[in-house]
Nanobody, 123 residues
Framework: QVQLVESGGGLVQPGGSLRLSCVAS????????MGWYRQAPGSERQLVASMTIDNRIKYADSVKGRFTISRDGAKNTVSLQMTTLKPEDTAVYHC?????????????????WGQGTQVTVSS
């Protein structure tokens, strides 16, 4: 069973920075993509940033130019450097990993989630 453990959340003032990290364990399979989603109270979980094994990156429009995702495929880790944080970035941030397998002519897509780490941006 794949396990994802996040670290690095906390309280920061507007304009500040935080770095989130996530380590995946429990699998020898190649992880196709790792990323970060966030969920604010009363809102749906939304993509923040993701990065595939071949380095294709996707960012939410609201974080472009402020957040940077990086990944160490060999170590199954993903990090999110967040700068110029705003109060609207306040949410629980969840690490995500996607594993795709192929068996008997079909692809199977598995998604795994971390427990989440709280990020609060407030003065």
């Amino acid at each position: 069973q794949v396990q994802l453990v996040e670290s690095g959340g906390g309280l920061v003032q507007p304009g500040g920075s935080l770095r989130l990290s996530c380590v995946a364990s429990g699998t020898d399979l190649s992880i196709n993509a790792m990323g970060w989603y966030r969920q604010a109270p009363g809102s749906e979980r939304q993509l923040v940033a993701s990065m595939t094994i071949d380095n294709r990156i996707k960012y939410a429009d609201s974080v472009k130019g402020r957040f940077t995702i990086s990944r160490d495929g060999a170590k199954n880790t993903v990090s999110l450097q967040m700068t110029t944080l705003k109060p609207e970035d306040t949410a629980v941030y969840h690490c995500n990993a996607e594993i795709i397998t192929y068996n008997s002519g079909r692809y199977y897509d598995y998604m795994y989630w971390g427990q989440g780490t709280q990020v609060t941006v407030s003065s």
